[in-house]
């Protein structure tokens, strides 16, 4: 059994900045591509950044520049540096990742979801 379990979420002015933890456990061998995806009220889940194992990223054109996504290897956790936040920003924030567990079986999970929530 695997589990998403996000963190860092909350309520900021514009401008501001937070930090967003996603940490895996469980029957995990190994873990693939990690991801933030968000969905703001009435709007479909949206990808907002991605990271391989080896590294590379990918971003939405409206993050760029702003946020960065990360990963600790050892410690199955992806993270979400977001700075000059703006309004448009709220939304419910999601976890993802792909990962083959102990049963060698490759799946994609989900975490519970975080609010961020901007302030104009």
């Known amino acids: 059994q695997v589990q998403l379990v996000e963190s860092g979420g909350g309520l900021v002015q514009a401008g501001g900045s937070l930090r967003l933890s996603c940490a895996a456990s469980?029957?995990?061998?190994?873990?693939?591509?990690m991801g933030w995806y968000r969905q703001a009220p009435g709007n479909q889940r949206e990808l907002v950044g991605s990271?391989?194992?080896?590294?590379?990223?990918n971003y939405a054109d409206s993050v760029k520049g702003r946020f960065t996504i990360s990963r600790d290897n050892a410690k199955n956790t992806v993270y979400l540096q977001m700075n000059s936040l703006k309004p448009e920003d709220t939304a419910v924030y999601y976890c993802n990742a792909v990962i083959r567990t102990y049963y060698l079986r490759v799946e994609s999970y989900w975490g519970q979801g975080t609010q961020v929530t901007v302030s104009s």
């Open positions: 990271i391989t194992s080896g590294g590379s990223t």
């Open positions: 469980g029957t995990i061998l190994s873990i693939n591509g």
